[in-house]
């Protein structure tokens, strides 16, 4: 059982994708870590939910969010180590993927900042004009304390998932810009200095096919607050991510690409974050087996350390080969966005390929880090449901990544539906084939097939499983990359 690389996440960044130009960098970013961003992370944990001051002391409204001192000095770091600017300097989104990932392993909240402001980055540049670009693009790459933050807000009271019935916010035009009066229910990085935003421009049609998206400054031209924020969230876990419900009321807005591209434009930047929330989802696995195995090293019972336990042992070699697993599975969603983040509408078929890869990802490392999360918890005993023993803390993490960027349900429905209308598991079997026995595949290709062949209704009632299956086998498949092995060699 080969665990050494289990206590650092650049170690295993290193075991899992070889030597690379960046590695250093990552090697200072997770040494920042340990010395100083962890003590940090666990206070702003302790200390709940962020304040909200609303009104200075003239009665002006200000909505302000107050942390502990500390937090800002947390979070300028990952940014000035380039969580945003890396992608567009490097014209790859791999340094920010991996530099996300030591991110979660020590703190899965903050890592939403980065995320969605990456996001709203993205689908800046390729879809705001050039008088937006030069406006708003560089204060979002800065690589100093100064660098603005983004934002991606779409869900209101009515949910997420139904978008085409649940954005009630409406778009009015008014020159060069629009005007925005909605509520946004769950808003993710709230305070943020610029956001996308979902909204129905008047007259048009119901349904997601009515959506627009909109670039949203925190201020108007004239300094005032372009947006107000209602309340903060008092969260489970996350809690070094600041979510609030927001106000629009007549907020200045400016269109991003064609309005009737939309939903494709929410897409994108839903996608970006649902495979960090890949990246996440393993990272805490990895946290969560480190601590435990801190832990079974040292605590002894029936005469030696509990980990020399046959049982708990072999418990441990299962979470490492899952570790492994959820990491590859992880790691080629964000190659295969890497190869597409800049196409715009109408798509590739690698695209879709991408997007059946997102949901199997964000599905199967979100289940199996609340999975293993509750597993440290039981190795720690009543140790691990102590809040001073932080264990708990990954626990609570992780039953937020299982809902953020769509829920299980949605995993399995929407990539369901790119099966179905895209054939995007043809596209993933052939990417599979060196890597699985052809009989292995045939039968998986085949259980997917008949799936798809039954009526709408018996088919997202049968979902689940096959979905579920078809994730562990790409994610076994994946894993053997990773290690140099073939199918004959298992």
């Known amino acids: 059982m080969m665990l050494e690389p289990v206590r650092s996440p650049a170690a295993f960044l290193n075991l899992m994708l070889g030597p690379r130009p960046e590695a250093t960098f990552l090697r200072d970013y997770a040494s920042w870590w340990e010395t100083e961003g962890r003590p940090i992370s666990d206070a702003v944990d302790r200390a709940g939910t962020p304040w909200l001051r609303m009104f200075d002391e003239f009665g002006n409204r200000i909505d302000e969010m107050l942390y502990p001192p500390d937090y800002r000095r947390m979070l300028e770091h990952g940014y000035r180590a380039g969580a945003v600017w890396q992608a567009f300097e490097e014209r790859s989104m791999l340094p920010a993927y991996e530099l996300g990932y030591i991110t979660a392993f020590h703190d899965p909240g903050l890592y939403c900042p980065y995320t969605v402001s990456l996001s709203t980055a993205a689908v800046l540049e390729k879809y705001g004009d050039s008088t937006l670009r030069e406006r708003f693009l560089p204060l979002l790459l800065r690589q100093d304390d100064a660098v603005w933050q983004g934002a991606t807000w779409m869900t209101e009271i009515g949910g997420g998932s139904d978008l085409g019935a649940a ?58 607050l372009n947006y107000f924020i209602r309340r903060l969230k008092d969260k489970i876990g996350t809690r070094s991510v600041p979510t609030g419900e927001v106000e629009l009321r007549d907020s200045e807005g400016f269109l991003l690409g064609k309005a009737e591209w939309g939903i494709y434009l929410i897409l994108e930047a839903l996608n970006i974050s649902r495979v960090a929330n890949a990246i996440a989802g393993a990272a805490l696995v990895q946290r969560a087996l480190c601590d435990a195995l801190r832990y079974a090293e040292n605590r002894r019972a029936f005469g030696k350390p509990v980990v020399e336990h046959p049982l708990l042992r072999r418990q441990f070699e299962r979470c490492w080969t899952d570790l492994q697993a959820a990491f590859a599975l992880a790691w080629e969603s964000v190659e295969r966005l890497n190869e597409v983040w800049r196409e715009t509408p109408p798509y590739s078929e690698r695209y879709h390929l991408f997007r059946l890869m997102a949901h199997l990802a964000k599905y199967w490392t979100a289940e199996l880090a609340v999975q293993t999360a509750r597993w440290a918890m039981e190795v ?100 053997r990359k990773h290690s140099n092995q073939t199918p004959d060699s298992r």
């Not at 956001?195 to 627009?212: D, Y």
């Not at 990954?394 to 790119?418: C, F, K, N, P």
């Open 380 to 479: 720690h005993g009543g140790i691990g449901t102590l809040a001073e023993q932080r264990v708990e803390r990954w626990l609570r993490e992780a039953m937020i990544l299982l809902i953020w960027e769509g829920t299980s349900h949605r995993q399995i429905l929407d990539g369901i539906e790119v099966m179905e209308r895209k054939a995007a598991h043809r596209l993933l079997f052939d990417r599979l084939s060196p890597l699985t026995e052809p009989k292995e595949r045939k039968a998986m290709l085949a259980r997917v097939e008949a799936l798809l062949a039954r009526p709408q209704a018996e088919r997202e009632a049968l979902a689940e499983e096959l979905f579920c299956d078809l994730a562990m086998f790409t994610a076994k498949a994946l894993s």
């Open 167 to 224: 954005v009630a916010t409406i778009a009015k035009p008014a020159g060069d810009r629009w005007r925005l009066t909605g509520d946004k229910y769950f808003a993710s990085n709230v305070g943020a200095e610029l956001a996308v935003v979902a909204a129905r421009p008047e007259g048009a049609p119901s349904g997601v096919r009515g959506l627009a998206l909109f670039l949203l400054p925190r201020r108007r031209e004239d300094g005032s």
